[in-house]
Structure formats: structure tokens, C-alpha cells
């Protein structure tokens, strides 16, 4: 009688840790972490605004040495990281490092940033 108390104990207990286990996440269990944004530096040169002229409706640039870009070439200009205005370079109007852009849309002011499309 013994054994046989024994071996219906043990086929209870055998038969309890055989259930199926469950896929869902336990409530102490973290979800997986979604997958993370690539972040693209940008190091195309700027130039900084130098000089404004509102009335004549030009700006004077400063660009780094051996980036100024050509003539007839539309720059986008920012402030704080915004866009704030369009500039168009004049390929006549170069002296070193510095070239004068017209201002064809936003507002511009000295300080701000002028980078390429």
C-alpha cells in the first residue's frame, strides 16, 4: 500500500511540472527595447552671417577657408537650429572668404547660419 501511495504521489507531482509554460510576459518581466534611432551628424561646411543690409536686401557671408560656395547657389539660413530664410550667393561680389548672398525669403540677421540645400 505504501508503494502504491508513493508512485500516485509521484505521478501527481510529475504531472503538475508538465504543464505547458506560457509565452506571455509576467508582469515583473520588461518588454523588449524597441530599436534605436541612427542619428546622422551633419558636417557640411556654414557660413555665419556677417553683415545685413535690409534695405538693399543682402547679406555678407563668412564661410571657413576653402568651402565658399559658387555662384547662383540657394543657401538656407538658420537660427538656433530653425529655419529662418533663403539667401542666393552672387557669383560677382567675392573677396576671400566672404561673399554677398541676397536674401530671397525669411528674415536674416547677423549671428545666423548659412548652409547648403
Known sequence: MRKL???LSCAILLAGCA???STAAKPGQSKPA?????ITPDFRPAGKIARVNSDGRFVVVSFPPGVVPKG???LNVYRNGLKVGEVKVDGKWQSGNNLVADIVAGEVQAG???RHN
Open 72 to 74: 547662383d547657389e540657394l
Open 5 to 7: 501511495i508513493g508512485m
Open 112 to 114: 545666423d547660419e548659412a
Open 34 to 38: 524597441p530599436a534605436k534611432a541612427v
Open 19 to 21: 504543464s505547458p509554460k
